[in-house]
């Protein structure tokens, strides 16, 4: 079996016996193989309580029995139904989903603001994965946008920027050239603009080459990598547009998707041309490129987008025909540091790559909270109560609620599947309520656990409802 079926024996718990129950009677939970199909639970003490025979009479429970203070209890088949979405049927194999996390214009560096939505897509890699199911993670790179004109000009004029700029980091350099072109293009003298461009953008030292007019988008594309990388989020593969279209029929793609009359945000009627379309085009292409390529798709967007890219996506699998269930767009709240959104034109970029610069104001939480929020790595955990030192006695002293906050984090990828699948966040809405109340109550003890449940709640707790 793919499936991890101690964390579903977690899940099994908490929908059929019920989280307050157990912890009344439970004082720790062992799983006894990786990913094994029985978990054990330790009790407290004399436990006698119809709790056994409500486990021993689940249909989903194989064997239980009761050796001293242990319940062992062994799983069946039939336990995948809490884990299989509805819609599927109780003997679905793994799905091959497609988790497109980032969307960007090859022509600056990452951005605070589209790291968030990357550091939520990778969190999703990780939960699907950790359940069974083929993931592959995506990154829709917009070379064919309005700003790749300005970086192409300045190239082909060779302006200062774009003959004098140092070796340095892919992303940086050409972030420096398209940031200058731009400021003047606003009205800015070359003076000034450049001094503006080089406050944003500081030159690194990768040592890659000055970009050139027919590479330089895989330079931009090399330091996105670099930073990812860094940050430990996985990208399977980069999406350039150029390449989308000689993969799909985009007219006949986006002439199909015209005759679709019900959608609230219509399409527009103008000539189909590369050059010409327009954001929702460019997404519904998109749509249908990824429906293609996989049985689930979860699109990571800012709340901003929301609207037009479910109309993209209602309009995507009208055209290939696909329920719009099997595609989600999950969206994310805005990242604002210091109380405002990043903008070039303003003089406010808060990259990436700079994040030790910033660790002192407000966006610490991106790199010490986002990065370890992640399916629990409780799995391992075990708690013989009765080995623990002296020196341990404070921070086991709230068992209860620490067997409870490993239920939670172990429950937590199978909800967010099961939203995924539904389109329905209010259990992850619920569940992150229920989370931050267990942080509260934990207080100081189990430090590591409080850490986990503290990056999940701030993960997903600006999901707009």
């Known amino acids: 079996m793919n499936l991890r079926l101690g964390a579903l024996g977690l899940f099994f718990l908490e929908k059929c016996v019920g989280f307050e129950e157990i912890r009344a009677h439970v004082t720790g939970v062992e799983y006894l193989s990786r990913p094994g199909t029985s978990i054990t639970l ?3 003490g004399e436990c006698d309580c119809g709790l056994f025979d409500k486990i021993r009479n689940s249909k989903y429970v194989e064997t239980a029995c009761r050796i001293e203070r242990f319940f062992n209890i062994t799983f069946n088949q039939k336990i995948r139904e809490l884990y299989t979405p509805h819609s599927a049927g109780a003997n679905s194999s793994a799905e091959h989903v497609i988790v497109e996390h980032t969307s960007l214009a090859p022509v600056y560096p990452l951005n605070l603001a589209t790291f968030r939505l990357s550091v939520v897509g990778e969190w999703f890699r990780r939960a699907f994965q950790f359940l ?29 920027t774009s003959t004098k700029t140092a070796f340095g980091k892919g992303d940086h350099t050409v972030g420096l050239i398209f940031a200058e072109a731009l400021l003047i293009e606003d009205g800015a003298s070359k ?33 996105w990598r670099s930073t990812f990388g860094t940050a430990g989020i996985h990208v399977d593969r980069f999406d350039r547009e150029a390449d989308i279209l000689e993969s799909i029929e985009y007219e006949a793609a986006l002439e199909a998707a015209r005759n679709k009359s019900d959608n609230a945000i219509a399409l527009p009627t103008s000539t189909i041309a590369p050059g010409n379309m327009t954001y929702l085009e460019w997404s519904v292409i998109y749509y249908c490129f990824l429906l293609q390529g996989g049985d689930r798709v ?27 269930e099997v595609l989600q767009v999950v969206s994310v709240g805005d990242v604002f540091c210091d109380g405002e959104l990043d903008s070039v034109r303003a003089g406010r970029f808060h990259l990436v790559d700079n994040l030790d610069f910033y660790s002192q104001r407000n966006v610490q939480w991106l790199t010490t909270r986002y990065l370890t929020a992640r399916p629990s790595t409780n799995l391992k955990l075990r708690f013989p109560i009765e080995e623990r030192g002296e020196t341990d006695a404070v921070e086991w002293e709230r068992t209860d609620e620490i067997v409870y906050a490993c239920m939670l984090l172990d429950s937590l990828p199978l909800i967010v599947r099961d939203c995924t699948h539904t389109g329905d966040f209010a259990p992850l809405t619920r569940w992150t309520a229920n989370a931050k109340a267990c942080r509260s109550r934990l207080g100081v003890s189990a430090a590591e656990l409080s850490r986990d449940l503290a990056s999940a709640c701030d993960l997903f707790d600006p999901f707009p409802t």
Request: charged fraction near 25%.
């Open 132 to 160: 069974g199911d083929n993931v592959q993670t995506r990154f829709w790179v917009q070379d064919s946008a309005r700003q790749v004109d300005l970086v192409k000009s300045q190239l082909r004029l060779g302006g200062y």
């Open 191 to 223: 003076r000034k603009a450049r001094t503006a461009a080089t406050r944003l953008f500081p030159l690194g030292s990768s040592g890659l080459r000055r970009p050139e007019y027919g590479n330089w988008i895989l330079d931009v594309i090399a330091g």
């Open 298 to 324: 979860v699109s990571v967007a800012s709340a901003r987008q929301r609207a037009i890219l479910e109309a993209a996506r209602d309009y995507a699998c009208f055209v290939v025909g696909k329920p719009k």
């Open 42 to 44: 330790i009790l407290r």
